[in-house]
């Protein structure tokens, strides 16, 4: 169970680092917001592809990493887009 918690967190921060680099323009947010979205992000991106049947695979499971790496994408582009509201 520790171990895939801590899992999920290099995961995220890794997943949110790269959603930061794939979007377009400049994110006004935080490092620590960044990583809790990845973080967010991969635990439903695993659970996902727990669902559909593509968690565990032989070698590098690429279709859940690519899931993780949408969900992100969507979760910093959002967080975002809000933050940029309230401000």
Do not use: C, F
Not at 24 to 31: A, K, L
Not at 34 to 47: K, Q
């Amino acid at each position: 169970m520790i171990g895939a918690i801590l899992g999920a967190i290099i995961i995220g921060i890794i997943i949110g680092a790269l959603a930061r680099l794939i979007l377009p323009g400049r994110q006004n947010i935080s490092i620590g917001l960044t990583i809790i979205v990845g973080v967010v992000a991969a635990l439903i991106g695993s659970l996902i592809a727990s669902v559909l049947g593509v968690a565990d695979t032989r070698g590098i499971d690429w279709v859940e990493h690519l899931i993780q790496l949408l969900l992100a994408i969507v979760g910093v582009y959002a967080v975002t887009r809000l933050k940029g509201r309230s401000e």
